[in-house]
């Protein structure tokens, strides 16, 4: 070894993702933006596949490709909504939309192709997401439209540090969806932090960043099983 080496441990992250199989009994979206948070996105998809893993959220229609790329049975869910020249890529490579802005829902029905879309709300995070006041109307427009609503979603802001506001977004987004027949739709409202502490079986899928690297990030002070995967190795060139 004459340079700095990134060292990636299968084992470790095979057992971070069976465990967190296990602690949350939900399917995993496993988030692979940023190239997998550096951790190199064709290895991490090839892998999480091995352990039954099909589900795995993008920041971008070019990420999506990779993983199109990747694993043609994947199922993909960008993260945020496409610009309007993205829209046949995301129909080709069979992309999930987080959707949110009426306005570009109605460019998806105007545009009149099947779109899979999970309708996302914001409840605190304040980056994307509908305004709870417009949740009624833009489910009732996407369901009375040819999309394919798959998913309805949010991101809780401070799982990391606040329990007890989480544990209340929580209610306000099951308040939220109590009118509405949720029977076959994917409900993910979990992150790396809240899987820690939120067992409620309201929710059938937990979006797994960071903890499937093994960064324990839960305000949840207890004992867990994750182990990191990447090392940082070099040889020492000189001490004096």
């Known amino acids: 070894m004459d340079r700095g080496y990134i060292y990636l441990n299968k084992s470790h992250f095979v057992n971070n993702l069976v465990y967190l199989i296990e602690l949350t009994k939900k399917e995993l979206c496993l988030v692979v ?3 997998a948070y550096g951790h190199g996105i064709q290895w991490t998809v090839a892998t999480a596949q091995e352990v ?3 589900w795995f959220a993008v920041a971008s229609v070019n990420e999506a490709i990779q993983v199109r790329n990747i694993s043609k049975s994947a199922r993909i869910l960008l993260l945020s909504e496409p610009s309007k020249s993205q829209l046949k890529n995301v129909l080709k490579y069979q992309i999930d939309l987080t959707v949110y802005n009426e306005q570009f829902i109605d460019e998806l029905i105007f545009d009149k192709g099947i779109y899979n ?3 996302k709300v914001d409840i605190g995070m304040h980056r994307i997401g509908c305004e709870p006041e ?3 109307r833009l489910i009732k427009k996407i369901q009375s439209s040819p999309l394919n609503l798959v998913g309805i979603c949010t991101h809780f802001p401070t799982a990391d540090i606040d329990k007890e506001y989480t544990n209340n977004s929580i209610d306000i987004f099951k308040e ?3 009118n509405y027949d949720t029977d076959g739709l994917l409900l993910h409202v979990d992150n790396s932090a809240s899987s820690f502490y939120n067992s409620d079986t309201s929710f059938n899928m937990t979006r797994i960043g960071l903890a499937a690297y093994g960064t324990h990030v839960s305000i949840k002070n207890s ?3 994750l182990m990191q995967i990447m090392e940082i190795k070099t040889r020492i060139s000189n001490l004096q």
């Open 134 to 136: 417009n949740f009624d």
């Open 223 to 225: 004992d867990h099983n």
């Open 33 to 35: 933006k940023a190239n």
């Open 52 to 54: 039954g893993i099909n």
């Open 117 to 119: 879309v999970h309708l």
């Open 176 to 178: 939220l969806i109590s």
